[in-house]
């Protein structure tokens, strides 16, 4: 069965890169999904995706997050990586990696605070 698992800092500084990885296990990242994404879910508030890296290394985002956001995979570790310029305290929530058959990290707690 395939597994997610991110890692990531916890805290980050006001106008930092946010920078986290999410890895994948049970499975190839070039053929168990097409699609890998991340999801972010701040305190309180609904779920809001930001991205996704398809097979052939192209990239989706959220016109909310385009500009800030990137997203690249790693196939020899079978991992993808997402990375978030310029955090504010309003980046701050829980981030989630997921593939498109429902399989889902089960999260990193990320606080942007000085």
């Known amino acids: 069965q395939v597994q997610l698992q991110e890692s990531g800092p916890g805290l980050v500084k006001p106008s930092q890169t946010l920078s986290l990885t999410c890895t994948v296990s049970g499975g190839s990242i070039t053929t168990n999904s097409y699609y890998w994404s991340w999801i972010r879910q701040p305190p309180g508030k609904g779920l809001e995706w930001m991205g996704a890296?398809?097979?052939?290394?192209?990239?989706y985002y959220s016109p909310s997050q385009r500009g800030r956001t990137s997203i690249s995979r790693d196939t020899s570790k079978n991992q993808f990586t997402l990375q978030l310029s310029s955090v504010t305290p309003e980046d701050t929530g829980g981030y989630y990696c997921?593939?498109?058959?429902?399989?889902w990290g089960q999260g990193t707690q990320v606080t942007v605070s000085s």
């Open positions: 997921a593939d498109e058959g429902g399989h």
């Open positions: 890296i398809a097979n052939g290394d192209r990239t």
